[in-house]
């Protein structure tokens, strides 16, 4: 009826939006288009490392050494112990300093002055956060193996992997202390506590689960990591025999057997892949899920 | 009865309990501030050690394309591989940048319903979280193979153009930067997805209520608002491509000469430094110390200018 009525010119007009329509769906379609092409490598890579990880699965892979070039059998278990050994000496050298560091930058930063320093300080940590992981490797190298300190080892590659887990630790650890609520505290002190004793008994159990969630999400960086470990951990055919002693790893391991000519190390380098990868994706799906379940957010 | 009586006897800290406080108040300050000092003590490590080749090469170093580690006939130059550095990581960039924005526009519209959206953020933050050295992997035994008839019908195509003037063998920048632009995508969705989510709702409300189709109000209000948050994250994902080491150093082919050809093997500075240090000795470890100085001040400015472009945006909008 109303149509009926319209000028025509008018009615025209309504009908015109046909055009930008038509612009609407192909782009929405492009966007999707774009979406889709995102995510196909996630599951190429992880469809390609599932299937030719898991053939050469199995449980002497951790209790074996890797087979001289040539021969087929052998596992990664020198690897495999000697990433736990790199990965927790990251983790003992960067928590502490991680830890407490955040613990100043949003415990005990109130003058204008220590804002100031805390300002600086979350800047260089951001900045950190983005240096290469290569980079940490050549600081370790430059540190410790031309000064001839430690020389290729498991604990220049400790210090390597701490440089690029510090970041994420500091910055998760301090968004942790954020949300534990200002009451908390005002309580604790009130009760007579002293500084030390509300962070250390009050506070920082409170936001315990977001800062494990964040030395999770370091550790899982650290485990997968390679270039900071090539020239700092080298490699070893061998059990770890010390701290100060080359050592392998798994990502060293993928790198160097990925390489070379002989299938049974191709096969043991998609082995490594698919376990590291698994590592990973269990680590970041669990502490996705801790922090879903945070009552305080 | 006075409350006083009832009162615990009052008491005040002890100066041992005084002492305790203050000490771990001033560990943390020290601990923050060595964190905060940590990236200039990096710096200087590598610029000290870097100084013997510094003073034997001078800025030649940046010029020169020979690199002979023979000793006795050293010569050090680092053109080519910054040269690949940079081509590389800006290939990346024309690949991911239209990728992650689009997906981002997808991801922070409505055009599919919340709960796939999350998902396929999930996904697309899982894809940051898969090692680089197993996209190195993959890009060896899937991707090189893949691409070599593409590469092979540019060649005999467009061979005429010399960025594909040169017969494929199979590692080479083409699948570096490929690699690269498939690694950097998530962090360049992710901060362009969160800019365009934090813009206040009152701006599309306008757009909208004056007239504007969903993407006149896209393209010509939300992503001019959103554009440094925009930039941050493209900046932010060129000093992951500049500095990205495994997955170029296993797919580039480690070339140390200069070529036009995208087909051609290459190198990058962060690949020269994974393949050199491990077997490096005397004056050519200080020429890769100054090869890192050099791939250390492209990733600071970068990262640095990104952290000033995102931090201005949090603060118009907070």
């Known amino acids: 009826m109303t149509t009926a009525t319209l000028n025509p010119q008018v009615a025209g007009l309504i009908k015109r939006p046909q055009l930008r329509n038509w612009v609407g769906w192909v782009m929405t379609?492009?966007?999707?288009?774009?979406?889709?092409?995102?995510?196909?490598?996630?599951?190429?890579?992880?469809?390609?490392?599932?299937?030719?990880?898991?053939?050469?699965?199995?449980l002497t892979l951790f209790t074996q050494?890797?087979?001289?070039?040539?021969?087929?059998?052998?596992?990664?278990?020198?690897?495999?112990?000697?990433?736990?050994?790199?990965?927790?000496?990251?983790?003992l050298i960067s928590v502490p300093f991680g830890v407490l560091t955040a613990v100043y930058l949003s415990e005990f930063s109130s003058t204008k002055a220590q804002k100031e320093v805390a300002r600086w300080v979350r800047f260089g940590i951001n900045v950190l956060a983005g240096v290469p992981s290569i980079i940490a490797g050549v600081f370790a190298y430059g540190l410790f193996v031309t000064t001839g300190i430690f020389g290729y080892s498991a604990a220049a590659a400790g210090v390597a992997l701490a440089v690029l887990m510090l970041p994420t630790i500091v910055r998760t650890t301090d968004e942790a202390l954020k949300i534990v609520p200002q009451e908390v505290r005002w309580a604790s002190v009130g009760l007579g506590a002293s500084n030390y004793y509300t962070t250390l008994r009050v506070v920082l159990p409170a936001a315990l689960p977001s800062i494990l969630t964040g030395v999770i999400l370091a550790m899982a960086r650290?485990?997968?990591?390679?270039?900071?470990?090539?020239?700092?951990?080298?490699?070893?055919?061998?059990?770890?025999?010390?701290?100060?002693?080359?050592?392998?790893?798994?990502?060293?391991?993928?790198?160097?057997?990925?390489?070379?000519?002989?299938?049974?190390?191709?096969?043991?380098?998609?082995?490594?892949?698919?376990?590291?990868?698994?590592?990973?994706?269990?680590?970041?799906?669990?502490?996705?899920?801790?922090?879903?379940?945070?009552?305080?957010? | 009865?006075?409350?006083?009586?009832?009162?615990?006897?009052?008491?005040?800290?002890?100066?041992?309990?005084?002492?305790?406080?203050?000490?771990?108040?001033?560990?943390?300050?020290?601990?923050?501030?060595?964190?905060?000092?940590?990236?200039?003590?990096?710096?200087?490590?590598?610029?000290?050690?870097?100084?013997?080749?510094?003073?034997?090469f001078g800025l030649n170093f940046i010029t020169g394309s020979a690199w002979n580690p023979v000793p006795g006939r050293e010569e050090f130059g680092v053109f080519p591989m910054l040269y690949g550095t940079l081509v590389s990581s800006i290939i990346a960039l024309l690949i991911a940048v239209p990728l992650g924005l689009g997906t981002?526009?997808?991801?922070?519209?409505?055009?599919i319903p919340s709960q796939p959206r999350l998902v396929i953020s999930f996904l697309v933050e899982l894809l940051a979280a898969i090692p680089s050295v197993v996209y190195g992997?993959?890009?060896?035994?899937?991707?090189?193979?893949?691409?070599?008839?593409?590469?092979?019908?540019?060649?005999?195509?467009?061979?005429?153009?010399?960025?594909?003037?040169?017969?494929p063998v199979g590692p080479g920048m083409l699948p570096a930067s490929l690699v690269l632009a498939i690694m950097i995508l998530p962090i360049m969705t992710a901060i362009a997805k969160d800019s365009l989510a934090a813009l206040?709702?009152?701006?599309?409300?306008?757009?909208?209520?004056?007239?504007?189709?969903?993407?006149?109000?896209?393209?010509?209000?939300?992503?001019?608002?959103?554009?440094?948050?925009?930039?941050?994250?493209?900046?932010?994902?060129?000093?992951?491509?500049?500095?990205?080491?495994?997955?170029?150093?296993?797919?580039?082919?480690?070339?140390?000469?200069?070529?036009?050809?995208?087909?051609?093997?290459?190198?990058?500075?962060?690949?020269?430094?994974?393949n050199q240090f491990?077997?490096?000795?005397?004056?050519?470890?200080?020429?890769l110390m100054y090869a890192a100085v050099l791939l250390m001040l492209m990733t600071l400015i970068v990262n640095i200018l990104a952290e000033v472009i995102v931090n201005r945006l949090k603060a118009k909008y907070e």
């Open chain 2, 200 to 274: 206040p709702p009152e701006l599309r409300q306008a757009s909208m209520g004056l007239g504007a189709t969903r993407w006149w109000t896209i393209f010509r209000v939300l992503i001019p608002a959103a554009i440094s948050g925009i930039v941050g994250g493209t900046m932010l994902g060129l000093g992951r491509a500049l500095g990205e080491t495994m997955a170029a150093t296993m797919l580039i082919g480690n070339a140390n000469q200069f070529q036009w050809s995208l087909l051609a093997p290459a190198n990058t500075i962060a690949s020269l430094l994974a």
């Open chain 1, 222 to 297: 650290a485990v997968g990591d390679t270039a900071a470990l090539i020239f700092t951990a080298l490699f070893s055919s061998f059990w770890p025999r010390g701290l100060l002693e080359p050592i392998a790893t798994l990502s060293v391991l993928v790198y160097n057997f990925a390489t070379v000519p002989f299938k049974p190390q191709q096969e043991l380098a998609w082995a490594a892949s698919f376990f590291l990868v698994m590592l990973i994706l269990v680590a970041s799906v669990a502490s996705r899920l801790v922090i879903r379940r945070q009552p305080m957010r």
């Open chain 1, 29 to 58: 379609g492009l966007v999707g288009l774009c979406a889709l092409l995102t995510i196909i490598p996630l599951f190429a890579v992880l469809g390609f490392v599932l299937v030719r990880g898991i053939s050469r699965f199995s």
């Open chain 2, 1 to 56: 009865m006075t409350p006083s009586t009832a009162l615990p006897e009052r008491r005040s800290r002890s100066p041992q309990e005084r002492l305790i406080d203050r000490l771990f108040v001033r560990t943390t300050l020290v601990l923050a501030v060595l964190t905060g000092v940590l990236l200039a003590f990096i710096i200087l490590v590598i610029a000290w050690r870097s100084l013997p080749a510094v003073q034997a």
């Open chain 2, 104 to 111: 981002a526009i997808f991801l922070s519209e409505d055009f």
């Open chain 2, 137 to 167: 992997l993959w890009g060896i035994f899937v991707l090189i193979p893949l691409i070599q008839p593409v590469a092979r019908w540019l060649h005999a195509n467009l061979g005429w153009i010399p960025l594909f003037g040169t017969e």
């Open chain 1, 65 to 91: 050494l890797p087979p001289p070039p040539g021969l087929s059998g052998g596992g990664f278990g020198n690897a495999f112990i000697g990433t736990i050994i790199v990965v927790l000496l990251g983790t």
């Open chain 2, 278 to 287: 491990p077997e490096a000795r005397g004056i050519q470890v200080s020429a």
